[in-house]
């Protein structure tokens, strides 16, 4: 190398001074051994040997904060340096730039982890708390409560969790505030401090977290707790009026005739069916009768044909069978002829046609098999509610997109 540059000098002679030449040489040496660290550098990335003088000058180079513009940058590059001292099987070295590289978690993590390796349990556990002071220095808790959990840390890394799931949730914006995982506040036991941020949340506006709350509850065996939550969502929903709300903690609690009465304040068909199906399901025929009759009534009105035929065959009304069945059927065969049989499938079953929905399942099946449509036959499978054969015919689309049939 050195003869090179000589080689340089001399063609210089006679056309730069002394001063300038010498200044040239420097530059050239700094492009060559800048150009050495990145051949380095490849190697590393590309899995090669490293020559260990070479790699030593590389280390040098780039631990050195004057070969670089900003703080960043000087990051990247020690943390290259401490790859290329790993490579070395220089851990000590490797260990103190991947500490001096700890902007970043990771780099903290991998020098815990050489030094692990190397034996070094002293100092693995120095740079866990290292771990921690850095997570907690960039806001990061939920790092620092897992590293306070694996040092033995219990009260601290509950107050880390909790401080995580505060931070969660508060956000000043609130698209960028997030639930907190149920299985996150049971590890750390912390599920009772997250309900009341839960509620706290909800007294500010934030409706969605009266649910997070009882779902935790939930999750975590809170059997009473929860019930204590659905209780007083219930009141909650009925004081805004919203009786079907009402309805879904009432039947979630087990609470039937609580939900049939709620549900049927709301009045709407889909929810007074809902009650007619709960007072059926605990044997109260006549009241389902009297829900049942409602929605035909109001469907029959609002030209719902299928809902109406549907409760006519739950109450056994022969008259509006007759004057409703037909208009349906027609609608099915229109969708048939242009063999929509999962849309006829979807109006069958509406109509709650039971017998229908599975002639139109096989047919529609055969159909499609003949076809070697296997895509329209998952959808009839799935309207019909076949679910091992829609598992049949997607594993076949799969097969036959692999092969690129």
Sequence with gaps: MEDKNQDISKLLEGFVSPEGREYFSKRINEIQKKQRVRNVIDALREGKKIDSA??????????????????????????????????????????????????????????????????????????????????????????????????????????????????????????????????????????????????????????????????????????????????????????????????????????????????????????????????????????????YSKVLQAAYKEDETETALKMAIKISDEEKISELKPAVMAKIRVKVNDKKYADAICIAEKAGLVDEVKDLAVEGLLYFEKECNFKEAAKVARCARMDDRKSFYRSIMAALKERDY
């Design 54 to 291: 070479l790699a030593e000058e590389a280390i040098s180079f780039l631990e050195d904060k004057d070969n670089v513009e900003s703080y960043s940058y000087l990051v990247d590059n020690l943390r290259y340096a401490a790859r290329i001292a790993e490579n070395q099987d220089m851990y000590d070295e490797a260990i103190e730039l991947y500490r001096r590289a700890g902007l970043y978690r990771d780099s903290l993590v991998k020098a815990r982890e050489i030094a692990s390796k190397a034996g070094m349990d002293e100092l693995a556990k120095e740079i866990s708390y290292d771990i921690i002071a850095r997570s907690k220095e960039k806001g990061f808790f939920a790092d620092a409560a897992s590293e306070a959990k694996i040092l033995g840390l219990e009260e601290k890394a509950r107050e880390y969790a909790l401080k995580a799931a505060s931070k969660m949730m508060g956000s000043e914006h609130r698209s960028l505030s997030k639930p907190v995982n149920p299985e996150f506040a049971i590890q750390y036991g912390i599920v009772e401090e997250v309900i009341e941020l839960y509620l706290k949340s909800y007294s500010r506006g934030e409706s969605f977290d009266w649910f997070n709350a009882i779902e935790l509850a939930e999750k975590a065996g809170l059997e009473e707790r929860a019930m204590e939550l659905r209780l007083e969502d219930i009141k909650r929903h009925e004081r805004r009026g919203d009786y079907s709300g009402a309805g879904i903690d009432a039947e979630r609690l087990g609470l039937n005739e609580r939900a049939i009465e709620l549900y049927e304040k709301d009045g709407g068909t889909y929810y007074l069916e809902k009650a007619g199906d709960i007072a059926e399901s605990i044997g109260i025929e006549e009241k389902a009768r009297e829900l």
